[in-house]
């Protein structure tokens, strides 16, 4: 077709758009992270308590929001909470709904961390006189931060990723800002792959952050695996399939 | 252990290749890409078919909707398998939206678009139309607790409208400072004004008298917006086979007056714009359009 020539010519023309779209994603992504991250740090706590209730009731939440679909989860902010009396902006529902969702993972993820904790060492530190908050700030909380610090990073990505979805309640955010601009142009290919490239940047950009900051503030440097690498196998660069297995010849 | 999954994969893989160029010709002309069909072969393919794909937005009652039984239903159903009768094959109706069908046609995954679909000259670049199936125009439902009166109203308000239809654009030209919120099809865009997300929603005027008559907290504004809107069937480009055969048979039900019978029986009145193909023999809807418009302008 004599498109073609400048069928990307015409989806760039719109890369305004797009990055007004890309901002959206990333600011409801952040919003959510943070709010996750709060949810997460005080239902582990909760999971971990000695009142049964808090059990319960955390637990009952994570089951929820872990074993039903994301989707499902953000129509009941935006169009079921307003008929509960709490009416939400399709931002705020979006933020809510992946807040809510990631909370939930993120609940286990910080659980397992500080489960993963030798109790051996609580003991020993009990036996030293250490104080509650000596005890957790400087042996727990260091050594569960190595262990959750991949899945968090990885549970980041989930939400850039997940927020797609909220362009089924009508926020134009990146992936609909990429169904706008292919129902204008009807470049579907190009409308839609100029979206999955600027995702697979954002990606990126998160993994080699989170790779930079944990080589930063971890000493010894962690194990690869998950979104983090060793010294001497970084990745600079998370392409899709071709990452799994650890090159010894060569570096990527 | 590998190397024998690799060779079972790679058995499989030559199976299913076998098994796919082993299928009737008449498939693999169908999923063909959005090239040029050749134009008279495509209604002799559909008939060895056995079945005609037509592509419908199933979430616009009562054009298309699911029934209670959960199958396809609707006035642009009940016209579908009508055409797949006179071409003696069976009807399969394809769910899409206003921002997929054009897609959904170019790859080949349908025959033909129905779906109220609008005849634009933009459009008329990337699908050919038929003549025109209904004639409508674009209007405006609002909630009743919103105190919208006009179209300058809806300025500052929230409006509903769907990605990849008309009215997205009918809003940005009458009331330029209202929030549109553009939703993937017209249940959501529905139901974000019956919960209030939104405060109005614009569409085609014949869907929303029928939306405004089964919900009492929406009202429906005397205004249309823009002008009048000639709604089509669309087929791939250059399927003239095709488009001769459509062309015929709207103008036979809208002669024999059955078009008629199943509208009144879908929206309980005659059309507010009776179809009227006085034009003499244009070959698609766009002709169709201009000359409509050159005759009112």
């Given at each position: ?78 169009f079921g ?6 009416p ?10 992946l ?19 030798p ?59 990429a ?7 009807l ?42 690498a ?23 | ?14 199976l299913?290749?076998?098994a ?31 079945q ?61 678009v ?40 809806l ?22 400072h ?16 019956k919960?209030?997300?939104a ?99």
């Amino acid at each position: 077709m004599h498109h073609e020539s400048t069928g990307w010519g015409t989806v760039l023309s719109h890369t305004d758009q797009f990055l007004s779209g890309l901002l959206i994603t990333v600011e409801v992504s952040v919003l959510a992270f943070i709010f996750a991250l709060i949810i997460g740090i005080l239902g582990a706590a909760a999971r971990r308590s000695r009142f049964r209730i808090l059990r319960v009731i955390v637990g009952i939440y994570v089951e929820i929001f872990r074993n039903t679909p994301l989707l499902l989860q953000v129509f009941v902010a935006f169009f079921g909470l307003p008929a509960l009396g709490l009416p939400l902006t399709n931002f705020q529902a979006g933020a809510v709904a992946l807040a809510a969702n990631a909370g939930a993972y993120l609940v286990e993820i910080i659980r397992g961390g500080l489960a993963a904790v030798p109790p051996g060492q609580l003991d020993a530190a009990h036996v030293l006189s250490l104080t509650r908050t000596d005890t957790f700030s400087r042996i727990v909380l260091p050594q569960a931060i190595r262990k959750v610090y991949p899945p968090i990073v990885n549970q980041f990505v989930q939400i850039v990723l997940g927020s797609s979805l909220l362009s089924a309640i009508a926020l134009p955010e990146l992936t609909g800002v990429a169904q706008t601009v292919n129902s204008e142009t009807l470049l579907t290919l190009q409308s839609f792959g100029f979206a999955l490239i600027l995702y697979l940047i954002v990606s990126n950009i998160i993994s080699v952050g989170s790779n930079l900051l944990g080589a930063v503030i971890f000493h010894p440097p962690l194990e690869a695996g998950g979104r983090s690498a060793g010294k001497g196998r970084r990745r600079w660069l998370i392409i899709p399939g071709t990452n799994k297995e650890p090159r010894l010849k060569s570096g990527v | 252990m590998k190397k024998l999954a690799i060779t079972v994969l790679a058995a499989a893989t030559a199976l299913t290749l076998a098994a796919c160029s082993a299928q009737p010709s008449a498939n693999s002309g169908s999923t063909n890409g959005a090239a040029s069909s050749s134009g008279t072969g495509v209604v002799a393919q559909i008939k060895s078919r056995g079945q005609i794909n037509i592509a419908d937005c199933l979430s616009f009652k009562p054009f298309g909707f699911y029934n209670s039984s959960g199958k396809p239903d609707g006035y642009d159903v009940d016209l579908a398998n009508l055409l797949a009768k006179s071409l003696g094959v069976k009807a399969n109706v394809v769910n899409v939206t206003s921002d997929n069908r054009i897609p959904y046609l170019q790859t080949g995954k349908v025959d033909a678009v129905f779906c109220n679909f609008t005849i634009t000259g933009q459009r008329a670049q990337a699908v050919d139309f038929t003549i025109p199936y209904v004639v409508s125009g674009e209007g405006v439902l609002v909630r009743k607790s919103a105190n919208i009166r006009s179209a300058s109203d809806l300025n500052g308000k929230t409006v509903a409208v769907t990605k990849g239809s008309t009215n997205a654009q009918a809003v940005q030209a009458v009331a330029p400072h209202a929030t549109v919120q553009a939703y993937n099809d017209d249940t959501s865009a529905m139901q974000a004004v019956k919960s209030g997300q939104a405060d109005a929603f614009i569409e085609d005027l014949n869907f929303l008298t029928y939306q405004a008559s089964q919900n009492t907290s929406l009202d429906l504004l005397k205004t249309t917006l823009g002008a009048k809107e000639y709604n089509g069937w669309a087929v791939q480009k250059g399927d003239k086979a095709l488009l001769d055969y459509l062309n015929s048979f709207l103008r036979k039900v809208t002669e024999n007056g059955q078009s008629l019978k199943l509208f009144k029986k879908w929206f309980g009145a005659a059309p507010l714009y009776p179809l009227n193909y006085t034009t003499s023999d244009p070959t698609s809807g766009l002709d169709l359009v201009k000359t409509a418009e050159s005759s009112n302008g």
